[in-house]
């Protein structure tokens, strides 16, 4: 009799351990699943805050390299080379390799060429090389000849077409056998082609341009 009661005793006891043992291992593995999620939960926010970030910086970029970053307008900046560099100016670009500079092509009246680099912020020449290719072909010619005799020279051309956006850059075209301005303009994001006369001043779009705007 006192052995059945002693089994039944270690038996309860038994059932009572391995009860709170499979508590125990329940508690551990809800926990463990809880943990989980909650580090699931947080890698994802990190992975969108890293999204986010980059889509910021893409977007920042974006801005940077379609339009001046800082004040000086593309016919400011002309006019800043001009009074470095005394010439006639054949066109100006906002330059997109990153060091966010306005390159100024000027010619000087014996005929050498120069590039004249200008701040975007400030307006200040950041320097002035000469170009070394004295081979310029009966086209190059043409042009400077065009642009010297020309109501409308490169300064005013920028100022012309900044009423269509912000111009990125401007020069020169003769491919439809007439030479004349071209600028670049960005407005609300929008990229559109102009064509500047040279006699005139008159604003039209270009042709080959898909852009909406006139």
């Known amino acids: ?75 400011e900046a002309i006019a800043a080379a001009l009074k470095h560099t005394p010439g006639t100016a054949l066109s100006a670009d906002l330059d997109d390799d990153g060091t966010d500079a306005w390159e100024v092509s000027v010619v000087k009246g014996d005929g050498s060429e120069y590039e004249v680099r ?25 042009e400077l000849a065009a642009v010297k005799g020309a109501h409308t020279d490169a300064r005013e051309a920028a100022l012309a077409a900044a009423a269509k956006g912000t111009v990125t850059e401007v020069g020169l075209d003769d491919e439809r056998g007439t030479v004349a301005w071209t600028a670049d303009t960005v407005k609300d994001g929008k990229h559109s082609e102009w064509t500047v006369a040279l006699d005139s001043g008159r604003v039209t779009q270009d042709r080959d341009d898909d852009g909406d705007d006139a």
């Open 1 to 75: 009799m006192k052995r059945n009661i002693v089994i039944a005793t270690l038996t309860a006891a038994a059932l009572a351990t391995g009860g709170t043992v499979a508590a125990f291992a329940a508690g551990n593995d809800e926990a463990t699943a809880t943990q989980r999620q909650a580090d699931t939960g947080a890698q994802v926010a990190a992975d969108r805050d890293d999204d986010s970030a980059d889509d910021r910086d893409d977007d920042a970029f974006e801005d940077r390299t379609a339009a001046p970053g800082g004040k000086v307008t593309a016919a």
């Open 118 to 142: 200008i701040a975007p912020d400030s307006g200040e020449v950041l320097g002035a090389q000469r170009d070394t290719d004295d081979d310029h072909d009966a086209d190059d010619r043409a």
